[in-house]
């Protein structure tokens, strides 16, 4: 679906591709379909992505260092891991999630993608206002994106004392602890 052939999707982090669906699903519910009733050319696209890598990038990092780190690498070891490709590039990078649904919803407006740690998806929302506001745009959709569960993520907060011991995180309260990781 949405233009991609079917050979590139292991290549594509699963957050382009949800980014996708989601898309789609909104613009349904927003009786968004093809009597589209607003100039596509005046629509932008804006998500909020923090943390680096997705998963498949994040499996190709390790893909790539592996040879580094080890010399030779066992088959059965690089078969567990995605395989380059020419779509691996454009399948890992956060910021192609915009452009992939502005092409495939066929959206002439700004496309990209805003990294603000935490507040990425907040960040994104204050950006596509800005859009409306400035009057580059007539509508934005604006959201976030991080489909990220990897151990990394939790060892890097539990390393650096920021994950609640007791897994909540009462923010704004006197007996706050850290955070809890979620979305």
Known sequence: DYGIPPTSIP???PMQLLALEVVS???KDAALGDEFPMDRERMSVVFGFSGGLGE???QYATRSELTRLMGEVPEEILTRLPEW????FAGLLPNVSAGRVANRFDLGGSNFAVDAACASS???VYSAVMELESGRADAVI???IDVTQAPF???CFSKTQALSPRGICNTFDSSADGIVISE
């Open 85 to 88: 490709t020419e779509d691996s």
């Open 153 to 155: 993520g939790y060892l």
């Open 122 to 124: 907040l960040t994104a």
């Open 56 to 58: 498949t990038g994040a």
């Open 11 to 13: 290549s594509v982090d």
């Open 142 to 144: 604006a959201g976030g």
């Open 25 to 27: 699903d909104a613009m």
